[in-house]
């Protein structure tokens, strides 16, 4: 192990998602019991370097992130200042920009979700009031 830049901000629950340019994406967590973030950082491998970028549109932990085919990444779910959370975003890495998009079905957090062969997004289980046995694709 070799120590490597400091992030901005502590976090813990948050995701992390390796982007087409072989930077490192960070997003969301808390950072304080229940200080939920909308904020992310870009983690750059060639200068050890953390930087701050654009907030998404919902502070959220216990959430996923998916790289897809065209390098967006998918942020689903999750548990923030509204409690479970149907809310999604992508975030472009090429513009630094998130935009929402059409909520799940199911609100949940603790969720998986993997992308398929076909591009598309499987999110299944999770919980919210209950354990959740659902899927759903996006």
Do not use: Q
């Amino acid at each position: 192990w070799v120590l490597t830049g400091n992030i901005n901000v502590a976090r813990a629950y948050h995701t992390a998602s390796i982007l087409g340019n072989g930077k490192v994406l960070i997003t969301g967590g808390e950072n304080n019991g229940e200080d939920y973030l909308d904020c992310a950082e870009l983690y750059d491998s060639t200068t050890s370097t953390w930087t701050l970028t654009g907030n998404r549109n919902v502070a959220r932990k216990y959430h996923t992130a998916s790289v897809l085919g065209n390098g967006n990444v998918l942020v689903t779910g999750g548990f923030g200042n509204m409690g479970y959370l149907s809310i999604t975003e992508l975030y472009d890495p090429t513009t630094d920009t998130s935009t929402l998009t059409k909520n799940m079905n199911v609100t949940r957090a603790y969720h998986s979700a993997s992308v398929l062969e076909n591009g598309k997004v499987l999110v299944a289980g999770g919980v919210n009031a209950n354990h959740l046995k659902s899927a759903e694709l996006y």
